[in-house]
């Protein structure tokens, strides 16, 4: 019986098909879109999975409040991990990082360094911790030494052309020299670590040694022991608060007391963050590396089932709309015997042929579309054609689809009665004209969510890159790794800033690009206690660094060189004002100091109030800054005038190779480095555009076979019309409109529910756009017009018939 079933539901398909092509291509665009989603969201959801007791490992973050700054922290003080694992019986392991950015590398005796980008320190404990086998040395030994290093296999392939390097050694900077004392494989691309390369010995690094419990520097991994729960740790952990952060403190603040502490508004609140969480629901201010947001797999996720429901109605659309053909076939079927059951089972074949055959063009596409979706995801997703799971989730996702897609079709062309249907009667042949207006409009109505989402997101990354920063990043160079020029820094600088092209450069140790920044706590002078704390950036730069960012002065002055009282100067920004609690003018003159230890610290005078910069992400707000003057940096910014960027980097460039001979040319612009901040943004952006895309391309599949059914059904009508002089702009006006007010009633539908979405994103944003109707006009008119070039083909072809033919249809 299955295999009649499967012959007549071929036959069937072909002699339709027209309808039979946008039914399968629906679905295979739906099915591809959703597959690629679900690959994507499956590579999210597997971040750092991989590692041995991964459940069991938890980040020791803090939520800080002090000095009138507010802090969510990632790391965590130096002694806290062996303290953790000393005190604690629910501890079982420890392990701590602490990264230092990036740093010029080669082989002691080589002539050119190569640069890796992310480094840091790790205790020896690292490898057992997670679980990480060596390639090549001593687990409990490799990073022991105060000067060895682990390199991944890509990093000793780099430096060395080889992993075999156990013993070779390596010179960071120029300055320090380390031993290789283990081979890694290079971790996971799902991993919060995948960026690392290179790991330096804990115990070169002085400060983490030292009982420092008020810097929270160190990205600090707990493991718990086995059926420990870690709701029961939560609360003693709460403890380190009083029995060491406070009684390191009072050598500072005598006589400070967790009640004076809280009274005065300050708090720290000590939590844990389990390691496969971090990638998606991390909100810290620093991190390790890049983390993604749970937001935007609830998103993907929403957008994959609106393309798999989307293709699924058009599926019903169609099918029911189509039935006015089929019906004399039902009537015959029921005439011979058949029984409803048996019709259902008759099209449900069919719709699950067109589901299948529709998986395999989705495969098709897929292939073709994942590596371009790839190139601007950073992902290195492929499908797991070798993965008996993903084939039994693949067909059984694909079983339900049809079965999902064909039943409605199914049980209503069932119904219909033998002797109507064999009479021609279409009262109830041609299909519940309701339920099909009710399927259009839910399929606009997602079109058009998805496309204000879509301008609400491109509107929003639109004002961050053209917002006033406070600073122009525009034809901005920034030349890094300084320190690889040694004493030649500030020779390097004159030649530069003495070319032609170029207006200013500056010598600094920040950039006001969004970074990794540590706060200081700062003192007015006679004020010691720590209700008066100041917590606030603290920036080195030199004399040039306002004039070459462009920034303004809003009362006092600039550093000048030749003042020597300026050597402890300091200009701090607007937003520290609130916090000492006096205007620009009452600031001038003000002295404060971060040295609270000592008898005689140094202190700052405030010469000058630079305006507000942004210099963190749009999503924070802007905090206390102190610049003070001091040349020796890391980084150069170098602000040119126009003409060719190309030789004008040329030229930096040959005096650099002139001054560091064999040290690499590490350079980009401002707005670049700005715009990587927002990287998740705009990858958000694009996949919202092309699934958007997708979603209009789907529905208007449907709405243009809905059309040529329409009109094929009105074909008399439009005869008769013609014949007593209607013309074809009228009938193809009248075969419009019927679906414009369709596409209206989901736009009033779909445009509260996209203000309410597109509001709760924004909030991570604490500056942003707000939605205006300028936007929900936008959206109402794009659909209006996708909608009218979709119609109207169908629409003017079935006007311009010659009304004799209409006429003799039958």
Request: a negative charge; glycine letters at 6%.
């Given at each position: 019986?299955?295999?009649?079933?499967?012959?007549?539901?071929?036959?069937?398909?072909?002699?339709?098909?027209?309808?039979?092509?946008?039914?399968?291509?629906?679905?295979?665009?739906?099915?591809?879109?959703a597959?690629?989603?679900?690959?994507?969201?499956?590579?999210?959801?597997?971040?750092d999975?991989?590692?041995?007791?991964?459940?069991?490992?938890?980040?020791?973050?803090?939520?800080?409040?002090?000095?009138?700054?507010?802090m969510?922290?990632?790391?965590?003080?130096?002694?806290?991990?062996?303290?953790?694992?000393?005190?604690?019986?629910?501890?079982?392991?420890?392990?701590?990082?602490?990264?230092?950015?990036?740093?010029?590398?080669?082989?002691?005796?080589?002539?050119?360094?190569?640069?890796?980008n992310?480094i840091?320190?790790?205790?020896?404990?690292?490898?057992?911790?997670?679980?990480?086998?060596?390639?090549?040395?001593?687990?409990?030994?490799?990073?022991?030494?105060?000067?060895?290093?682990?390199?991944?296999?890509?990093?000793?392939?780099?430096?060395?052309?080889?992993?075999?390097?156990?013993?070779?050694?390596?010179?960071?900077?120029n300055?320090?020299?380390?031993?290789?004392?283990g081979?890694?494989?290079?971790?996971?691309?799902?991993?919060?670590?995948?960026?690392?390369?290179?790991?330096?010995?804990?115990?070169?690094?002085?400060?983490?040694?030292?009982?420092?419990?008020?810097?929270?520097?160190?990205?600090?991994?707990?493991?718990?022991?086995?059926?420990?729960?870690v709701?029961?740790?939560q609360?003693?952990?709460?403890?380190?608060?009083?029995?060491?952060?406070?009684?390191?403190?009072?050598?500072?603040?005598?006589?400070?007391?967790?009640?004076?502490?809280?009274?005065s508004?300050?708090?720290?609140?000590?939590?844990?963050?389990?390691?496969?969480?971090?990638?998606?629901?991390?909100?810290?201010?620093?991190?390790?590396?890049?983390?993604?947001?749970?937001?935007?797999?609830?998103?993907?996720?929403?957008?994959?089932?609106?393309?798999?429901?989307l293709?699924?109605?058009?599926?019903?659309?169609?099918?029911?709309?189509?039935?006015?053909?089929?019906?004399?076939?039902?009537?015959?079927?029921?005439?011979?015997?058949s029984?409803?059951?048996?019709?259902?089972?008759?099209?449900?074949?069919?719709?699950?042929?067109?589901?299948?055959?529709s998986?395999?063009?989705?495969?098709?596409?897929?292939?073709?579309?994942?590596?371009?979706?790839?190139?601007?995801?950073?992902?290195?997703?492929?499908?797991?054609?070798?993965?008996?799971l993903?084939?039994?989730?693949?067909?059984?996702?694909?079983?339900?689809?049809?079965?999902?897609?064909?039943?409605?079709?199914?049980?209503?062309?069932?119904?219909?009665?033998?002797?109507?249907?064999?009479k021609?009667?279409?009262?109830?042949?041609?299909?519940?004209?309701?339920?099909?207006?009710?399927?259009?409009?839910?399929q606009?109505?997602?079109?058009?969510?998805?496309?204000?989402?879509?301008?609400?997101?491109?509107?929003?990354?639109?004002?961050?890159?053209?917002?006033?920063?406070?600073?122009?990043?525009?034809?901005?160079?920034?030349?890094?790794?300084?320190?690889?020029?040694?004493?030649?820094?500030?020779?390097?600088?004159?030649?530069?800033?003495?070319?032609?092209?170029?207006?200013?450069?500056?010598?600094?140790?920040?950039?006001?690009?969004?970074?990794?920044?540590?706060?200081?706590?700062?003192?007015?002078e006679?004020?010691?206690?720590?209700?008066?704390?100041?917590?606030?950036?603290?920036?080195?730069?030199?004399?040039?660094?306002?004039?070459?960012?462009?920034?303004?002065?809003?009362?006092?002055?600039?550093?000048?060189?030749?003042?020597?009282?300026?050597?402890?100067?300091?200009?701090?920004?607007?937003?520290?004002?609130?916090?000492?609690?006096?205007?620009?003018?009452?600031?001038?003159?003000?002295?404060?100091?971060?040295?609270?230890?000592?008898?005689?610290?140094?202190?700052?005078?405030?010469?000058?109030?630079?305006?507000?910069?942004?210099?963190?992400?749009?999503?924070n707000?802007?905090?206390?800054?102190?610049?003070?003057?001091?040349?020796?940096?890391?980084?150069?910014?170098?602000?040119?005038?126009?003409?060719n960027?190309?030789?004008?980097?040329?030229?930096?460039?040959?005096?650099?190779?002139?001054?560091?001979?064999?040290?690499?040319?590490?350079?980009?612009?401002?707005?670049?480095?700005?715009?990587?901040?927002?990287?998740?943004?705009?990858?958000?952006?694009?996949?919202?555009?092309?699934?958007?895309?997708?979603?209009?391309?789907?529905a208007?599949?449907?709405?243009?076979?809905?059309?040529?059914?329409?009109?094929?059904?009105?074909?008399?009508?439009?005869?008769?019309?013609?014949?007593?002089?209607?013309?074809?702009?009228?009938?193809?006006?009248?075969?419009?409109?019927?679906?414009?007010?369709?596409?209206?009633?989901?736009?009033?539908?779909?445009?509260?529910?996209?203000?309410?979405?597109?509001?709760?994103?924004?909030?991570?944003?604490?500056?942003?756009?707000?939605?205006?109707?300028?936007?929900?006009?936008?959206?109402?008119?794009?659909?209006?017009?996708?909608?009218?070039?979709?119609?109207?083909?169908?629409s003017?072809?079935?006007?311009?018939?010659?009304?004799?033919?209409?006429?003799?249809?039958?």
């Amino acid at each position: 019986m299955f295999k009649n079933y499967l012959k007549i539901a071929w036959r069937s398909l072909k002699k339709q098909a027209f309808f039979t092509f946008l039914n399968t291509f629906g679905l295979a665009i739906g099915m591809a879109g959703a597959l690629i989603i679900s690959l994507y969201i499956y590579d999210e959801l597997s971040y750092d999975k991989m590692f041995a007791d991964a459940d069991r490992i938890y980040r020791i973050d803090a939520d800080i409040k002090f000095g009138g700054a507010e802090m969510k922290a990632g790391e965590a003080a130096a002694p806290m991990a062996e303290t953790l694992k000393r005190d604690y019986p629910q501890v079982e392991a420890s392990v701590r990082f602490r990264t230092i950015g990036s740093a010029y590398v080669k082989k002691v005796g080589g002539n050119r360094s190569a640069k890796e980008n992310h480094i840091a320190f790790a205790d020896s404990t690292m490898f057992d911790f997670f679980g990480i086998e060596l390639l090549a040395g001593n687990a409990k030994t490799a990073l022991t030494g105060t000067n060895s290093l682990v390199l991944t296999k890509s990093a000793a392939e780099k430096h060395f052309g080889d992993t075999d390097v156990i013993g070779q050694n390596l010179l960071l900077d120029n300055t320090d020299t380390y031993t290789v004392t283990g081979v890694i494989e290079d971790m996971p691309q799902n991993s919060y670590f995948n960026d690392y390369s290179v790991f330096l010995a804990m115990a070169g690094n002085v400060a983490s040694r030292e009982d420092n419990w008020g810097g929270n520097n160190y990205f600090t991994f707990i493991k718990l022991i086995p059926g420990a729960k870690v709701e029961d740790f939560q609360e003693p952990l709460q403890e380190m608060l009083e029995r060491y952060m406070l009684p390191w403190s009072q050598k500072y603040f005598p006589g400070m007391t967790a009640e004076s502490f809280a009274a005065s508004g300050n708090y720290i609140r000590y939590h844990t963050m389990p390691l496969i969480d971090i990638h998606l629901y991390s909100d810290r201010d620093t991190e390790m590396n890049a983390t993604s947001s749970i937001q935007n797999i609830y998103i993907l996720s929403f957008i994959a089932l609106f393309l798999i429901i989307l293709a699924s109605v058009n599926f019903m659309n169609l099918s029911t709309a189509h039935s006015l053909k089929r019906a004399k076939e039902v009537g015959v079927r029921k005439t011979l015997g058949s029984n409803k059951m048996n019709l259902v089972f008759q099209f449900l074949t069919e719709s699950g042929l067109i589901a299948f055959v529709s998986l395999l063009a989705a495969l098709i596409i897929s292939m073709i579309a994942l590596p371009f979706f790839n190139s601007f995801t950073g992902k290195s997703i492929a499908i797991p054609f070798t993965q008996p799971l993903f084939w039994l989730a693949l067909l059984g996702a694909t079983f339900l689809l049809g079965l999902f897609s064909g039943s409605y079709p199914a049980f209503f062309m069932s119904r219909f009665t033998a002797v109507k249907s064999l009479k021609g009667s279409s009262a109830e042949s041609v299909g519940n004209g309701r339920v099909r207006n009710a399927l259009v409009i839910f399929q606009f109505s997602i079109s058009v969510f998805l496309i204000v989402s879509t301008l609400v997101v491109f509107q929003q990354l639109n004002y961050i890159q053209n917002k006033d920063l406070g600073f122009s990043k525009d034809r901005v160079l920034l030349i890094n790794e300084i320190g690889a020029l040694g004493s030649k820094t500030k020779a390097f600088k004159e030649q530069i800033a003495a070319m032609g092209f170029v207006e200013s450069a500056t010598l600094s140790d920040y950039y006001p690009t969004p970074s990794w920044r540590s706060n200081s706590s700062f003192f007015e002078e006679g004020a010691r206690s720590q209700e008066y704390a100041i917590q606030m950036q603290e920036w080195k730069v030199d004399s040039d660094y306002l004039k070459t960012m462009e920034m303004e002065i809003v009362a006092g002055r600039d550093f000048n060189p030749q003042y020597a009282s300026d050597s402890t100067a300091m200009i701090i920004n607007e937003a520290t004002l609130p916090i000492i609690n006096v205007t620009a003018e009452e600031a001038l003159g003000m002295r404060i100091s971060e040295e609270i230890e000592l008898e005689n610290p140094t202190y700052y005078t405030i010469i000058g109030v630079v305006k507000d910069f942004h210099f963190t992400s749009l999503r924070n707000n802007i905090d206390a800054l102190g610049i003070q003057l001091n040349s020796d940096a890391e980084n150069m910014a170098v602000r040119m005038s126009g003409g060719n960027f190309v030789d004008n980097i040329s030229a930096i460039e040959n005096t650099w190779n002139a001054m560091a001979p064999g040290q690499p040319f590490d350079y980009r612009f401002m707005d670049e480095a700005f715009n990587t901040t927002y990287e998740a943004e705009q990858k958000l952006s694009q996949i919202f555009f092309i699934f958007t895309m997708l979603s209009i391309f789907i529905a208007c599949l449907g709405l243009f076979g809905l059309a040529a059914f329409n009109a094929e059904k009105r074909t008399k009508e439009i005869g008769v019309r013609k014949v007593l002089g209607a013309t074809v702009s009228q009938i193809s006006y009248r075969l419009t409109v019927d679906f414009l007010k369709l596409v209206g009633v989901a736009i009033l539908i779909s445009l509260p529910l996209g203000w309410f979405a597109m509001n709760k994103w924004l909030e991570d944003f604490s500056y942003r756009i707000e939605i205006g109707i300028g936007i929900f006009a936008l959206a109402a008119v794009l659909a209006i017009v996708v909608a009218i070039v979709t119609v109207s083909y169908q629409s003017i072809k079935a006007a311009i018939v010659n009304p004799v033919k209409s006429l003799r249809s039958e």
